[in-house]
């Protein structure tokens, strides 16, 4: 489903990746991880057009996309559905109109079947009842849910999330956790996760990749990671202070 070849990104001085290689096949929740830094922010943006690499290729469903103009990237994100890490709901709007913005927008859906379509994604992901709130009504778990809804309004094949459970206690960031499993399952959506968490990390992948230093070091299944012998690796998935990644301070 998504191919990312010899992928290069540099900003200014600063070369962010390094020649990246991953291979995400469809119906796959893959998740990559990394310090911050790392580029994961940067890798994601160049998956789904936001950011244009140096050189390289990223393949959406067989296509490449480095090459295509706007247009052409407009076809392709229709693919996209994204929960941003800060849930980025619009105040000003409702939460069903936030929900069902780009289904009105780009759709030209009208407003009383694209409420329909939001409060029925609302139920899906737990939030039943909420429609006329406004984002400032809810606590942070619900605008991730929120946000997640709206990523799933308009059916997209491919799903990506940027730290699905950053700034979320650890009961309600388990409940995003089995969320995003579930939406998988039932939708059956190619899933991309970049996250720091590596409880969530083990809970929704089927593979991992690590990230560092611009270059995907590692990639296997959550059991495979969890018993790495690579000293990288073994340092970012046991928290630990002591190792080959040097923390500034």
């Known amino acids: 489903m998504i191919e990312v070849v010899d992928l290069y990104k540099s900003f200014g001085p600063k070369q962010v990746l390094r020649g990246v290689n991953l291979f995400i096949d469809k119906g796959e929740s893959m998740v990559v991880i990394g310090g911050s830094g790392s580029g994961k922010s940067v890798l994601i943006k160049n998956i789904i057009g936001l950011l244009r690499p140096d050189s390289g290729n990223v393949l959406v469903d067989g296509r490449d996309i480095t090459g295509l103009n706007e247009k052409g990237l407009y076809e392709v994100r229709k693919k996209f559905g994204m929960l941003f890490q800060s849930a980025a709901l619009f105040d000003s709007l409702s939460v069903w109109e936030n929900v069902a913005f780009f289904l009105m927008r780009e759709r030209g ?92 990390a083990y809970k929704i992948a089927d593979r991992m990749a690590m990230l560092y230093l611009g270059e995907i070091i590692e990639t296997g299944s959550p059991d495979e990671i969890r018993n790495t012998q690579n000293p990288i690796v073994r340092q970012f998935i046991t928290g630990s202070a002591v190792g080959p990644i040097k923390i500034e301070v």
């Open 109 to 200: 859906m009208k407003e009383k079947e694209a409420k329909e379509v939001a409060v029925d994604k609302l139920k899906m992901v737990g939030l039943a009842g909420v429609e006329n709130l406004m984002p400032s009504e809810l606590s942070g778990g619900m605008k991730k849910r929120v946000g997640l809804a709206r990523a799933i309004a308009y059916e997209p094949e491919i799903l990506l999330y940027d730290e699905p459970t950053t700034g979320l206690d650890p009961i309600m960031a388990d409940a995003i956790n089995d969320l995003i499993v579930e939406l998988r399952e039932r939708l059956s959506v190619t899933s991309v996760t970049i996250t720091h968490d590596m409880h969530s």
